[in-house]
Nanobody, 121 residues
Framework: QVQLVESGGGLVQPGESLRLSCAAS????????MGWYRQPPGKQRELVAT???????NYADSVKGRFTISRDNGKKTVYLQMSSLKPEDTAVYYC???????????????WGQGTQVTVSS
């Protein structure tokens, strides 16, 4: 089985930057698409950005031009670089990964526990 562990969340002021990291741990697996989702207070979870194994990216309209998703396949880690942060970016941010178990050719989807990002003056 695979575990996803997020880090890098915290409290920042509007206009500042923050980088989130998510590392996958386990044995005998590889990762297809990875992504970041967020859940603002009182709202449903929404897509922020995704990145495929080959590096193709997709962003929500609300973060285009401000956020950048990237990955390190050797470290099995995905990153989210957030700049020009706004109060409306405040949310719990969740890491997501589509995992391929190599020995059995079985795919499964995993979620991290989430990390809080608060943007406030």
């Amino acid at each position: 089985q695979v575990q996803l562990v997020e880090s890098g969340g915290g409290l920042v002021q509007p206009g500042e930057s923050l980088r989130l990291s998510c590392a996958a741990s386990g044995m005998f697996f590889s990762i297809n698409t990875m992504g970041w989702y967020r859940q603002p207070p009182g709202k449903q979870r929404e897509l922020v950005a995704t990145i495929t194994r080959g590096g193709s990216t997709n962003y929500a309209d609300s973060v285009k031009g401000r956020f950048t998703i990237s990955r390190d396949n050797g470290k099995k880690t995905v990153y989210l670089q957030m700049s020009s942060l706004k109060p409306e970016d405040t949310a719990v941010y969740y890491c997501n990964a589509d995992v391929l178990y190599v020995p059995s050719s079985t795919t499964k989807n995993y979620w991290g526990q989430g990390t809080q990002v608060t943007v406030s003056s």
